[in-house]
């Protein structure tokens, strides 16, 4: 049984959330891109000191990218929690932009589709 930080059922069973806690905030956009990148179709990860990406190849034209967010990019300090609205597909794309440097990258038309994804502790418990 897997269930998340602030799962209902995680607390009505009474499971606590044991071992390493992660907690990333990655953006996901899917685009058609404009770049000078020479591996832009290729699976790829980009670690730099402004950032980190990860390029996954789509259908036709289409690039989805993984762009690590920072908390200050999308948490809320006075709550602690994420707040969707300090972040859209176009500032992902300027923080990605800095993970790509010295290469340009830009979209090519429309941003295709976008979200955030939180990745948090899990909990699990076995039977035995």
Request: one cysteine or more; proline letters at 5%.
């Amino acid at each position: 049984l897997y269930v998340g930080a602030h799962s209902w059922v995680r607390k009505t069973l009474g499971i606590t959330l044991d071992g390493e806690q992660t907690n990333y905030i990655w953006g996901v956009v899917d685009m058609v891109p404009d770049t000078d990148f020479p591996d832009i179709r290729c699976k790829c990860a980009i670690h730099s000191n402004n950032g980190s990406c990860m390029i996954i190849p789509r259908e036709g034209d289409l690039i989805r990218l993984y762009i690590q967010l920072s908390d200050r990019d999308v948490v809320d300090p006075t709550t602690g929690r994420v707040d969707k609205s300090k972040m859209g597909p176009e500032k992902l794309l300027e923080v990605a932009k800095k993970s790509f440097h010295p290469f340009e990258i830009s979209k090519s038309g429309e941003i295709d589709w976008w979200t955030l994804y939180i990745s948090e502790s899990i909990a699990s418990m076995l039977h035995s």
